[in-house]
């Protein structure tokens, strides 16, 4: 065992953003809860937590490889929509103290895009994200207006009901009396 310094360097953050992971047309992890970890010179590995992930489609393997500086991994082979990858995640399940945060998360091989999500460009109207005089979404105060105005299926209301903003069927409404 070896332990990360100053000549090797391992570091583990909790992302600052949303991550997921793609696979044959599917997301199959999505999460807020993403560790990255950087070591030495190599790129950046994004952990994702176990329960974020879906299972159902990965496989334990016997493959299993050892890192000098964080333990054992085993991996899995990952099978969706008749597409197999026999080495497509891998996972620590002891990694050795200093590299503990990562016990239990699953990491993916480039086979597997993984990709962070902006979530303002995903759903830039989410009321968290977009700014109040862009919304197109209703505020709670907005939603509970309608909602006293509308008929309560026994025919009341909370408050009296609104002017009518379409014509029915009767004098000028078309050869047929049916609305278009």
């Known amino acids: 065992m070896l332990t990360p310094g100053a000549d090797h360097p391992i570091t583990i953050q909790p992302a600052n953003t ?6 044959a047309g599917h ?19 994004v952990y994702f937590p176990r329960g974020d992930v879906a299972m159902e489609y990965f496989t334990r393997t016997d493959h299993v490889t050892h890192c000098p500086y964080k333990g054992d991994a085993g ?30 998360r699953i990491a993916f091989y480039p086979e597997v895009e993984v990709y962070a999500v902006d979530d303002a460009k995903v759903n830039p109207h989410h009321k968290d994200t977009a700014p109040a005089e862009d919304r197109s979404y209703m505020t709670r105060e907005e939603v509970d207006e309608i909602i006293q105005h509308t008929d309560a299926g026994d025919g009341t209301t909370q408050r009296e009901h609104w002017e009518p903003n379409v014509k029915g069927p009767g004098p000028g409404s078309g050869p047929d009396g049916g609305l278009r």
């Open 18 to 23: 949303r991550w997921r992971a793609y696979f």
């Open 75 to 104: 991996h899995y082979s990952l099978y969706m929509d008749g597409e197999l990858v026999e080495k497509a995640a891998w996972t620590y399940e002891s990694p050795y103290d200093a590299v503990g945060e990562i016990n239990g």
């Open 27 to 45: 997301v199959i992890a999505d999460t807020n809860d993403a560790l990255i970890l950087q070591e030495a010179n190599l790129g950046p590995v």
